[in-house]
């Protein structure tokens, strides 16, 4: 398995645009988390799905922030409009969870917004 | 709830001395226990997992942590310390349950002097 996918890697937008992140999960893990990480605040879990329906979206900051699971196989986090506070690595993770494998993360999506 | 507590946002250790990362937890059930690394630029990596089976548990590059429960604690060991070890590590809990999602803690880094 290739492991989770996300792009892009790196993203840098001007303050007010739309900013799209995307995740291609494992396949046959049915938890699939999003997670934002900066150096003020460390890890932060913005929203989890389990089996494509959203769980929890308690950490999604704003209503600026909104996470979507069309199927098992793609997940999106979209931001907007953008701000320069929303600068930070963005980080999808999934999971077969009921077997306590821990979760599998992708490598990252480092957002600048100017 | 659950929660975990890293004692130390900094480590420093000399090349070949014992690596010491420090972790306290809170569960308000019996837990799921995980060491992530995070290398420069990368996502995060399961290091090892506590699933209630034995309580010293191995895992990748040389580490490895003992569960604790009358301390409730989790630390992390390496008996010699190499140069690529220098990263960020993460203590996690979770609940036995499908629903539980993952408690990061704050991260340690560590840092290896030559």
């Known amino acids: 398995d290739a492991g989770v996918i996300q792009s892009p890697r790196h993203e840098v937008t001007e303050m007010g645009q739309e900013v799209t992140l995307r995740c291609k999960p494992i396949?046959?893990?049915?938890?699939l988390f999003w997670y934002r990480q900066t150096m003020m605040r460390g890890l932060e879990l913005l929203i989890y799905?389990?089996?494509?329906?959203?769980?929890?979206d308690s950490g999604m900051p704003e209503d600026r922030f909104s996470a979507k699971m069309p199927n098992a196989s793609f997940s999106t986090l979209k931001i907007q409009p953008s701000e320069p506070r929303d600068s930070a690595v963005y980080f999808c993770?999934?999971?077969?969870?009921?077997?306590?494998?821990?979760?599998?993360f992708g490598s990252g999506t480092r957002l600048t917004v100017v | 709830a659950q929660s975990v507590t890293q004692l130390g946002s900094h480590v420093s250790v000399s090349e070949g001395a014992l690596v010491l990362l420090r972790c306290n937890y809170s569960?308000?059930?019996?837990?799921?226990l995980f060491w992530y690394v995070q290398y420069p630029n990368q996502g995060l990596q399961l290091l090892l997992k506590?699933?209630?089976?034995?309580?010293l548990v191995k895992g990748i590059n040389g580490f490895e942590a003992e569960f604790k429960k009358s301390e409730t604690s989790f630390h992390l060991t390496k008996p010699s310390a190499h140069m690529s070890d220098a990263a960020e590590y993460f203590c996690?809990?979770?609940?036995?349950?499908?629903?539980?999602?993952?408690?990061f803690g704050s991260g340690t880094r560590l840092s290896i002097r030559p």
């Open positions: 506590y699933t209630s089976a034995a309580t």
């Open positions: 799905f389990n089996n494509n329906v959203p769980i929890d």
């Open positions: 993770a999934s999971s077969f969870m009921g077997e306590g494998y821990g979760y599998t």
């Open positions: 996690a809990v979770s609940g036995y349950s499908s629903a539980s999602k993952i408690i």
């Open positions: 569960s308000s059930v019996p837990p799921y």
């Open positions: 396949s046959g893990h049915d938890y």
